[in-house]
């Protein structure tokens, strides 16, 4: 039997006890969890400055560093969004619907939990924290599978959420760790239908990919953020500049900034040049199509630069004549994550609204509230992509499904 077999087998057994706890149960878990965050910062820390120092050396990008790096801030944000879990309603054993039949037979929809989740994601540690804090509350068991960069890091929380797990007398296989590196371990995973109800990657485009091509276990989509902001020619220019300094620059790292920004020709030349007096103090690169390279200093954009997600300081910008212009962009170049229009024309609003693909949209409002704790979730598992199960940020809904509860009097079908 492999390793990851046994663990899978061990998470099954632990899924079921914790399917059977009460909503108090599980936020007593979560309670102790936030608690011992805060004790142990200073451990916690120290254990992520040896993957920074790792990734250090091996001259990782600085968003990668960035995203790998915690501190006290971001700690307490994992204890702020552990809070907001813990305030949330149970979400098992709702009804979701109830109907009599003439035959006599009650039916009963109510909300139970997946299973056994796989989460399969890279180099952000509050992942760790964000994710089991949601399968607890949800009653899942889950089998975390972190990138290779956040090693030590994870291998310290998760030591953090199995003291808590067995302090509050449940199995500590709820939550459970992938310390090997062995990349084949993935593959596995993706194949073990008969252990994991669903794998779920968070990750890089190339890490997404690869699960979905080769998984026969379900798997839920996080898309990476190849997000668009359209400045239309309606827009408050003076209210857009910081929206977009906000939009793109406020943490360059995350999928939910932008990397596109479309502006109408009409007020490209008033706009563009106050854009890059407005984030002089980032160093940022343009790239733009002919009229944008005329209007600022960029460098020739193309088919590849504006599907790219960047994730460093660099926005790919474009000057449109009309609305299907802005929407055949979005449709090529979108990865169907959150996209957003700064206008006050009631009309263009309409049009974007509706002619736009994605999970999330903008109206005036950063594309950056694409977050589970500013969606009123806390943590989030992630922002789905695809249309089924689940789409946007993933907080505790996403994590169960439906039960058919049928009752009669020993009822015999005619």
């Known amino acids: 039997m492999s390793d990851l077999l046994q663990m899978g087998r061990l998470a099954k057994k632990a899924g079921k006890q914790l399917a059977q706890t009460t909503n108090e149960q599980r936020t007593n878990v979560l309670a102790d969890i936030s608690h011992r965050l805060l004790t142990h910062t200073e451990a916690l820390i120290e254990a992520n400055q040896q993957d920074i120092q790792a990734a250090q050396e091996k001259g990782l990008p600085a968003s990668t560093i960035d995203r790998l790096m915690i501190d006290e801030k971001r700690i307490q944000a994992m204890r702020e969004g552990i809070r907001e879990v813990i305030n949330q309603p149970d979400p098992l054993h709702q009804l979701i619907s109830e109907e009599t039949r003439p035959s006599g037979l009650t039916i009963k929809a109510i909300t139970v939990p997946l299973g056994v989740i796989g989460m399969i994601y890279e180099s952000r540690p509050n992942v760790t924290i964000d994710a089991a804090a949601l399968a607890i509350k949800s009653g899942n068991a889950m089998i975390l599978r972190g990138g290779k960069e956040a090693l030590c890091t994870n291998k310290a929380l998760v030591q953090v959420i199995q003291e808590a797990l067995a302090n509050q007398q449940l199995d500590t296989h709820c939550i459970q760790l992938i310390e090997s590196t062995d990349r084949s371990l993935v593959d596995e995973m993706l194949t073990m239908n008969e252990i994991f109800d669903v794998i779920i ?28 902001l359209y400045v239309d020619q309606s827009a408050d220019l003076d209210k857009a500049l910081p929206l977009v300094e906000n939009a793109k620059c406020q943490r360059i ?102 002619g736009v693909d994605a999970a999330a949209v903008y109206v005036n409002a950063s594309t950056r509230f694409s977050d589970g704790f500013e969606y009123g979730m806390g943590c989030e598992i992630g922002i789905s992509t695809q249309k089924l199960h689940a789409r946007g940020p993933m907080g505790l809904k996403a994590l169960t499904t439906i039960q058919y509860q049928a009752e009669a009097d020993y009822l015999i079908r005619s």
């Open 201 to 228: 990657p968070r990750g890089g485009k190339s890490l997404i990919e690869r699960v979905v091509n080769n998984a026969r276990v379900p798997v839920i989509q996080t898309g990476t953020g190849n997000n668009t």
């Open 253 to 354: 790292s995350v999928c939910n900034c932008i990397e596109n920004l479309l502006v109408h020709r009409a007020v490209a030349a008033s706009f563009l040049p106050r854009l890059v007096q407005q984030l002089k103090a980032y160093p940022m690169t343009y790239y733009g199509d002919e009229t944008v390279c005329s209007l600022i200093e960029a460098l020739p954009a193309d088919d590849q630069l504006y599907a790219c997600e960047f994730l460093d300081y660099k926005l790919a910008v474009k000057v449109v004549d009309s609305m299907a212009e802005v929407l055949a962009f979005i449709d090529t170049y979108g990865t169907h994550h959150s996209e957003c229009i700064l206008a006050q024309s009631p009309e263009a609003i309409t049009e974007f609204l509706n």
